[in-house]
């Protein structure tokens, strides 16, 4: 089942230069071309982010989530990963260099807990990064505005469990683009905002950033119960947001993979349109979604996950399979897709490309 994920009712908007309504659902024919370099992907067998880092000076933090890599100006060679782990009490974000995107080391940490009684208290999970570009090879760069590195990042307002709602995200900046801290005393996005919508009035959570013709957009995650779709809002300047009127822009589709959540997008420029990586919950599992889109705010979903929980042959996703990072090498003519795998190595990030990796 195809959906317009805006639903009906818009005054159509055309590309003029090619005649296409931007906003129209894109064809079955287009979503199969669209993904199709997007799937077939080989495993590499060893999780390269194990569930037990044992982090010196953070050893109780564990179950590690969230893979987001990108590269620093200035050093040349490297890549660098954050994600996230828990203490069981919340989370800290870490980050972790490498030299060839397979063996990564030197995990230190990249933000912590905020004050107490602030809006991040519960911990920060950065990842939504600002970068030179974000064109789907182009090299995961940072990007600076007024002189330092930008982040968007999730985070919950008190400690003592795993995802405490209600969630917020907030903004941060890092001068060495490996120590983040908030640029914004109060959260960016909260469920008490005049303009938070049914669909999310539970709790808030993942960011990704993208910036486009002098605008930014940030594409999150979201709750109304026990369902999660996925949204958007505008800035001009990082600091203050407004939600896409039409939200949400991914929605859960009755007894598809995505039935009940649509989350995590990580959206990139990919030719003459937008490809949006997501994971849907549904049909028994987590699994890695793909959707399009030729303006960023009216997207239609693949039916079929691009990866389905379950398919490493030595169990490592059995459970889960889900919130991506996409690197394309170009010296290998490769793409590494970090994911968040849950199975029978706890939850650690595994690894799968587009080419075989020895």
């Known amino acids: 089942m195809l959906i317009h994920a805006n639903g009906s009712g818009n005054s159509k908007k055309k590309d003029a230069a090619k005649n296409i309504d931007v906003t129209a659902t894109i064809d079955q024919a287009t979503l199969d071309a669209w993904s199709a370099p997007y799937r077939g992907w080989h495993y590499y067998a060893d999780p390269v982010i194990e569930a037990e880092l044992k982090i010196p000076g953070y050893e109780r933090f564990h179950n590690f989530d969230c893979p987001t890599v990108y590269q620093i100006p200035g050093k040349r060679g490297k890549w660098f990963m954050s994600f996230i782990g828990s203490n069981g009490k919340g989370y800290h974000s870490f980050v972790a260099e490498s030299s060839d995107l397979l063996n990564w080391t030197k995990p230190q940490l990249a933000m912590g807990f905020g004050k107490e009684g602030s ?173 399009f889109s030729r303006d960023l705010k009216h997207w239609t979903a693949h039916p079929e996950p691009l990866y389905k929980a379950g398919g ?34 706890m939850r650690c990030i595994g690894l799968l490309t587009s080419k075989p990796i020895q």
């Open 119 to 291: 809006f991040d208290h519960g911990g920060s999970v950065i990842g939504a990064y600002l970068y030179k570009s974000y064109d789907i090879k182009a090299p995961r760069v940072l990007k600076k505005k007024e002189g330092k590195y930008m982040t968007l990042y999730g985070c919950y307002p008190r400690q003592g469990g795993y995802e405490l709602r209600p969630g917020y995200e907030g903004v941060a900046s890092a001068k060495d683009g490996l120590h983040w801290q908030g640029a914004k005393s109060t959260p960016i996005l909260a469920v008490q905002d005049p303009d938070c919508g049914v669909w999310e009035k539970d709790c808030i959570y993942q960011p990704w950033l993208v910036e486009d013709k002098s605008q930014f957009y940030n594409f999150y995650n979201a709750a109304n119960g026990n369902r999660e779709q996925s949204g958007m809002a505008q800035s001009s300047d990082l600091l203050n947001w407004k939600r896409y009127a039409e939200n949400p822009v991914i929605r859960n589709r009755p007894g598809g993979y995505d039935s009940d959540f649509a989350s995590d997008p990580k959206v990139f420029r990919d030719g003459d349109h937008w490809t949006m990586f997501y994971f849907g919950v549904g049909n028994g599992g987590a699994h890695i979604m793909v959707a």
């Open 312 to 345: 490493h042959p030595t169990g490592l996703d059995k459970v889960f399979a889900h919130k991506i990072s996409l690197v394309y090498r170009k010296s290998n003519g490769t793409y590494y897709l970090y994911y968040c795998a849950v199975g029978n190595k």
